[in-house]
């Protein structure tokens, strides 16, 4: 382990990723789509290269997911090799901890924390939300 940016401890767990403890409960992860290392973490966000998940990707359709609770994006169809397994670590993570998960881009990694951005995988939302 060692201090990265702002104090916070930073460790690559030998699964494809980094994590980031960004303050004592929010753990970011960038390319990871496990939960076990942040199950203490008050927020869950995995960082990609697209604004947030999205319904209907790569069709005239497409359109972001705002909001959504685990059951309801258990019933939609993601990519196994791209945002699947993200979209499966959210819902974990969400349905064991209660807590929220969130998926966005990095550049967005303030506005995803704030609850602004990406988006957020909720036991406590309904359905879900799109832009």
């Given at each position: 382990?060692?201090?990265?940016?702002?104090?916070?401890?930073?460790?690559?767990?030998?699964?494809?990723?980094?994590?980031?403890?960004?303050?004592?409960?929010?753990?970011?992860?960038?390319?990871?789509?496990?939960?076990?290392?942040?199950?203490?973490?008050?927020?869950?966000?995995?960082?990609?290269?697209?604004?947030?998940?999205?319904?209907?990707?790569?069709?005239?359709?497409?359109?972001?997911?705002?909001?959504?609770?685990?059951?309801?994006?258990?019933?939609?169809?993601?990519?196994?090799g791209?945002?699947?397994?993200?979209?499966?670590?959210?819902?974990?993570f969400?349905?064991?901890?209660?807590?929220?998960?969130?998926?966005?881009?990095?550049?967005?990694l303030?506005?995803?924390?704030?609850?602004?951005?990406?988006?957020?995988?909720?036991?406590?939302?309904?359905?879900?939300?799109?832009?």
């Amino acid at each position: 382990m060692r201090r990265g940016l702002k104090g916070a401890i930073t460790d690559v767990f030998g699964l494809g990723g980094l994590v980031l403890m960004l303050a004592p409960q929010v753990a970011v992860a960038y390319r990871r789509d496990t939960t076990r290392p942040v199950l203490g973490a008050d927020l869950f966000v995995m960082l990609t290269d697209v604004p947030a998940v999205c319904a209907g990707w790569g069709t005239l359709q497409q359109r972001s997911i705002r909001k959504a609770s685990p059951p309801a994006l258990a019933k939609m169809s993601f990519a196994a090799g791209s945002m699947g397994p993200k979209v499966d670590a959210a819902c974990r993570f969400a349905t064991r901890t209660g807590k929220t998960a969130a998926i966005g881009s990095l550049a967005e990694l303030g506005r995803i924390v704030a609850g602004d951005a990406g988006t957020t995988v909720s036991t406590q939302a309904t359905g879900i939300t799109r832009e």
